[in-house]
């Protein structure tokens, strides 16, 4: 378990940890119930030039039960937070695939969080007409 340096535990409270520091994303995992299921996840807020009309508590727990009735992965793209989720029986993994998963985990989120920070600017995007026939005038971004 030495080779991987997943960073120091930040937060620990009612069994919830926080894994991360300056130098590695957070990343949260919760016991559920169930005594033999945790819940990994990350979640960050996704910077857009447009307004949060969402105030990001109630985005955030939405996301979170969504997270918790999946079987066993998921993606949750939220109108202003962006979560990967994780469910794993503790007994079904090692330490050592917990630490990949956990690594994996991170990447993909650094990943995601990076591309939609380039693109924010819509750069990768095609130039888009004044008029949307789905918006009315005014309403196109």
């Known amino acids: 378990m030495g080779d991987h340096d997943l960073g120091k535990i930040s937060h620990s409270e009612n069994g ?9 994303f957070p990343i949260q995992i919760d016991p559920l119930i169930s005594i ?26 939405l996301e979170n039960i ?18 990967i989720y994780s469910k794993i029986s503790i007994f079904a993994m090692t330490p050592e695939q917990m630490i990949e998963l956990i690594s994996g985990m991170r990447q993909l989120i650094d990943y ?5 920070a380039i693109s924010g600017d819509y750069g990768d995007r095609p130039e888009r007409p004044d008029t949307d026939a789905l918006l009315p005038p005014g309403m196109v971004h």
């Open 16 to 24: 919830h940890w926080v894994l991360g520091d300056d130098n590695h």
């Open 36 to 61: 033999d299921e945790i819940l990994i996840y990350g979640t960050f807020i996704k910077t857009s030039g447009e307004p949060i009309y969402t105030p990001i508590l109630t985005s955030m727990m």
């Open 66 to 83: 969504i997270g918790t009735t999946l079987d066993g992965y998921g993606i949750c793209p939220g109108p202003v937070t962006f979560s």
């Open 112 to 116: 995601v969080r990076l591309s939609t």
